[in-house]
């Protein structure tokens, strides 16, 4: 039970000069999250052709990275509570690097997806070292609101800068090059970071249960398996098997959290009503527009025949809105309530995926930035109810309870709409790659890039007409995607209209830990 919101005129809670750097230094690492996922899209084409992986791979290669954070994200969280959240930051961040270098050379399909994984486990160090940090730097309320909204922000400064910057890079160096830009930013944080960051943590932290932690990633990875499985061989014993397992296993963990004296996931975080709303909107959200936007960048690229560069600018204009967006919400947030301002957002996110779904070409493009107008107050209201909702010695777990919500609903959309995707494309194309050569057959049959590529072997009339229906195949399932984003976030926003219709802002602790002199 929190206490009532503190007097924002106390000086005491105000942020000085350190803090306002030290976010600038938090930025960072949130930056090169947004570069890596963004310039991957980019990349897909052109390993497509160089790695020749198979569908299932093909989305592995995507959202392995997504799967692994999201397992990892609260033992890391909570490690961060235990030995320091700037420790913990700084280590991931040299991990990342270090996997970022291996994931550039990568040979093989196989090694790819095993240095996205790895990448994976380092990035899990990232998100909520920076979010708690943030939650314990800035105590004013509305300093945090702000402080919130440009951590979203630098977001969106990734999502501008890589597509630029990695189309660039595709077009001189090779998609390897994608994984090196973020270097740089680490090598750049490792030295900043223990100069300008506090350190942070909580003394009476417990033991952690690394047991739980294996139990989480098992289920994650059983029960997303069993999708892909599914995706790629139809509903078969081992597909229902791994995905019954998954959920099994999740039944488990949470029985363990349950039974614990330091859990993992404190369970009494979700008795809060308008928390586990928020985790729900933030997760469904996420899982619709990440499962969009890696077709988006694909639709780019191998239906509107653009050059990677020429499709990182045709992606910047989302990028731009979501970045306007996330310093308008809280000026937004002092005039509309929540619940009106969150089921509003939805609605117009709603309408930016019927934009894609109905318009052709590039207009749908352009339509889809209405996802991110709607979606940015979203992401920074949830967010910062989650957040709030732990006291300050808990920030770190909750944080990490925040980003796996993210990037569990994000990896989940990407699987899950990704083999509705690949379902309906393997569908449309059976008949149109019956009489094509084996080889010819099973690589268009299975992917647009793998069409792309494989089609060049083909006489030049049955090649365009086999390219064109694969084009077709692939809109047709975007399509799919789209309107069931649409009726899905349709569907959150009035759920929050009714379950959020009596909701007031949240009253988050005005006393934050205080930083530790332990040096990291």
């Known amino acids: ?79 961060g509570d235990r030995i320091g959240r700037r420790k913990v930051l ?8 270090a996997v970022s270098i291996l994931a550039a050379f990568s040979k093989s399909a196989q090694m790819l997806i095993f240095a996205r994984a790895a990448l994976g486990v380092a990035g899990a160090t990232l998100a909520p070292s920076t979010l708690s940090l943030l939650a314990n730097m800035f105590r004013d309320p509305s300093e945090r609101t702000f402080a919130v909204s440009m951590w979203i922000s630098s977001f969106s400064a990734g999502a501008i800068i890589g597509p630029l910057v990695g189309g660039a890079l595709i077009q001189s160096f090779g998609w390897g090059s994608v994984f090196l830009a973020g270097v740089p930013v680490m090598v750049l944080l490792l030295i900043l970071g223990p100069v300008l960051l506090p350190e942070y943590r909580d003394p009476h932290a417990g033991r952690l249960d690394l047991a739980s932690a294996l139990l989480s990633l098992a ?4 029960f997303v398996y069993g999708l892909k499985r599914a995706a790629e061989a139809g509903f078969g014993a081992d597909a229902l098997g791994a995905t019954a397992a998954g959920v099994a296993l999740a039944l488990l963990f949470l029985r363990r959290q349950s039974r614990l004296e330091d859990p993992l996931i404190d369970l009494a975080l979700f008795r809060s009503r308008s928390l ?14 990440f499962g ?4 988006l960048a694909q639709y780019f690229q191998l239906v509107a025949g653009l050059t990677p560069l020429d499709a990182g600018l045709w992606s910047t204009p989302s990028a731009i809105v979501f970045m306007i967006g996330s310093f308008a919400t809280p000026a937004l947030a002092r005039r509309i309530t929540p ?57 770190g777990a909750a944080s990490a309870l925040s980003e796996t919500a993210i990037e569990l609903g994000g990896a989940l959309g990407i699987a899950a709409l990704g083999s509705l995707g690949t379902l309906i494309y393997r569908a449309k194309m059976a008949h149109v790659v019956a009489g094509l050569p084996a080889d010819v057959a099973r690589a268009a049959g299975a992917t647009l890039g793998g069409a792309a590529d494989a089609v060049k072997f083909l006489p030049p009339e049955v090649a365009e007409r086999t390219l064109a229906a694969a084009r077709d195949a692939f809109c047709a399932g975007f399509q799919a995607t789209a309107w069931l984003g649409a009726l899905g976030l349709v569907g959150a926003a009035f759920a929050t209209k009714i379950a959020l219709k009596q909701a007031r802002p949240p009253s988050p602790e005005g006393a934050g830990e205080k930083p530790s002199s332990a040096p990291a």
């Open 1 to 79: 039970m929190h206490s009532a919101a503190p007097d924002t005129s106390d000086p005491s809670l105000k942020a000085t000069r350190r803090e306002w750097i030290g976010l600038a230094i938090l930025a960072l690492p949130c930056l090169v999250y947004a570069m890596d996922f963004t310039v991957l899209n980019l990349a897909i084409p052109a390993l497509t052709a160089e790695l020749r992986p198979s569908a299932a791979q093909l989305l592995w290669i995507i959202d392995v990275y997504g799967f692994m954070v999201s397992g990892f994200l609260m033992i890391m969280g909570g490690l």
């Open 90 to 97: 700084l280590l991931g961040a040299a991990a990342f690097g």
């Open 219 to 222: 289920a994650v990875l059983s």
């Open 276 to 289: 586990n709303l928020a985790l729900c909107i933030n997760m469904l959200g996420v899982f619709f527009m």
């Open 292 to 295: 969009a936007f890696i077709l």
């Open 339 to 395: 619940v009106n301002l969150l089921a509003g957002g939805l609605i117009v996110a709603a309408a930016g995926f019927v934009g894609l779904a109905l318009a052709a070409g590039f207009y749908g493009v352009l339509l889809s930035s209405l996802l991110l107008v709607g979606f940015t107050p979203v992401i920074a209201l949830t967010t910062e109810i989650i957040v709030t909702s732990a006291p300050p010695e808990r920030a």
